[in-house]
């Protein structure tokens, strides 16, 4: 498993599709993974520290698992198949470990919530993740330039979510 940071939640353009993207923790892959609207407000609206007047989904079975003394330990992003990924919340609780299947914009929304960390499989990176071209002389990661933040944003505006299915 890879260490994962949640870095933005975008809309690609000209379809207005959501995606949630991924970066290593120690690295420098990117994972974009399309969501759903509502999750993609979910998520931007926690990344941002926004508090909603009443709570959403996501806030309402975080202060659920906290009321029942339940903790989200980690979530995972597993498997891509058919085009569609795969996620578990790895809880802790009165009645021991328990893994529970999840879409990734749900367990990832609630990771940024919870403060818990995200992971990823390596295969599902190395099938659908993304490395940006941004190496410095000197062989260290180079804060990304102007030019290469928009070939990036070419990119997503170029990509479906059939382009990180493995044919």
Known sequence: MIAMRVVAVQEILPSNTPVVLLKEAEGRRLLPIFIGHPEAAAIHLALAGQKTPRPMTHDLFAAM??????????????????RTFFAELHLQGPGGP????????????????????VFAAEDVLEEAGYLPPEESEEG????????????????????????????
């Open 140 to 167: 260290g990661s180079a804060p990304a330039t102007e030019e290469q933040v928009e070939e990036f944003r070419e990119f997503l505006d170029q990509v479906s979510p059939e382009d990180f299915a493995g044919e």
């Open 98 to 117: 328990q893994v529970l299947s999840s879409r990734p914009s749900d367990a990832i929304a609630l990771a940024v919530r919870t403060g818990a960390p």
């Open 65 to 82: 698992l906290d009321g029942f003394s339940i903790g989200l330990e980690q979530v995972v992003v597993t498997d891509l198949r058919d």
